[in-house]
């Protein structure tokens, strides 16, 4: 249950924030945004960190963030209304849902950080990084844009490695196998990164270029 201050900044924010997505019109990002810039997609942002942590390191870029879930969209609106962040835009549904109205080759990046790893077998199907979504990405980043994977479950990490080794779009970046282990370069490190590793349960990361 969001609490009252919450509910004031969803009030206050969520109207100029939300991209209005028009079935079968595609999302015009200068007019989003203000400004032609590099825009940079999170999906399932969570606490937010992540995606306040960049936009306040990067603002003349642009960053959209997707989480259906209405807690973590409160929590990202307290890091945008207290570092008064103007690049972020907010999308509270299914990423996919805003992946099908994005223009071809608009996106610098794409991060999807720690999802859900539906660990039995009957739920892989549920898992969010499959074909589908990687054909989605593949449409919408740009040549030499990245897709950046992480994750703490090694058999989640396991399955997003064999979904990127069978195509022919996206080139996997590691040069070495501790490379699994090491954050790309300006990395915003979360709370729920911060307890896994305390917990014993070191994150790996999967970084790859789309051709």
Same mark, same amino acid.
């Given at each position: 249950?969001? !609490?009252?201050?919450?509910?004031?900044?969803?009030?206050?924010?969520?109207?100029?924030?939300?991209? !209005?997505?028009?079935?079968?019109?595609?999302?015009?990002?200068?007019?989003?945004?203000?400004?032609?810039?590099?825009?940079?997609?999170?999906? @399932?942002? @969570?606490?937010?960190? $992540?995606?306040?942590?960049?936009?306040?390191?990067?603002?003349? /870029? $642009?960053?959209? @963030?997707? /989480?259906?879930?209405?807690?973590?969209?409160? #929590?990202?609106?307290?890091?945008?209304?207290?570092?008064? *962040?103007?690049?972020? #835009?907010?999308?509270?549904?299914?990423?996919?849902? *805003?992946?099908?109205?994005?223009?071809? =080759?608009?996106?610098?990046? =794409?991060?999807?950080?720690?999802?859900?790893?539906?660990?039995?077998?009957? $739920?892989?199907?549920?898992?969010?990084?499959? $074909? =589908?979504?990687?054909?989605?990405?593949? #449409?919408? *980043?740009?040549?030499? @844009?990245?897709?950046?994977? =992480?994750?703490?479950?090694?058999?989640?990490? !396991?399955?997003?490695?064999?979904? *990127?080794?069978?195509? /022919?779009?996206?080139?996997?970046?590691?040069?070495?196998?501790?490379?699994?282990?090491?954050?790309?370069?300006?990395?915003? /490190?979360?709370?729920?990164?911060?307890?896994?590793?305390?917990?014993?349960?070191?994150?790996?990361?999967?970084?790859?270029?789309?051709?």
């Amino acid at each position: 249950m969001l !609490s009252a201050g919450d509910a004031a900044l969803l009030e206050q924010y969520m109207t100029q924030l939300r991209p !209005s997505v028009v079935e079968g019109e595609l999302l015009d990002l200068p007019a989003l945004f203000g400004g032609d810039a590099p825009v940079h997609l999170e999906i @399932g942002f @969570g606490a937010g960190e $992540h995606l306040a942590g960049l936009a306040a390191r990067h603002p003349d /870029e $642009h960053f959209l @963030g997707c /989480e259906p879930f209405i807690d973590g969209v409160g #929590r990202l609106l307290r890091l945008v209304d207290a570092d008064a *962040l103007t690049n972020i #835009r907010i999308w509270d549904d299914d990423a996919r849902l *805003l992946l099908d109205v994005l223009p071809d =080759a608009c996106l610098s990046s =794409a991060y999807i950080l720690f999802p859900d790893p539906w660990p039995k077998t009957r $739920h892989h199907k549920r898992r969010i990084v499959n $074909h =589908a979504l990687l054909d989605a990405l593949s #449409r919408v *980043l740009m040549p030499g @844009g990245k897709l950046m994977l =992480a994750t703490d479950h090694r058999g989640y990490a !396991s399955w997003m490695l064999q979904h *990127l080794l069978m195509r /022919e779009d996206f080139v996997w970046m590691a040069e070495r196998a501790t490379d699994f282990l090491s954050a790309p370069a300006g990395w915003v /490190e979360t709370r729920y990164q911060q307890k896994t590793t305390a917990q014993g349960r070191w994150p790996l990361f999967l970084v790859s270029v789309k051709k």
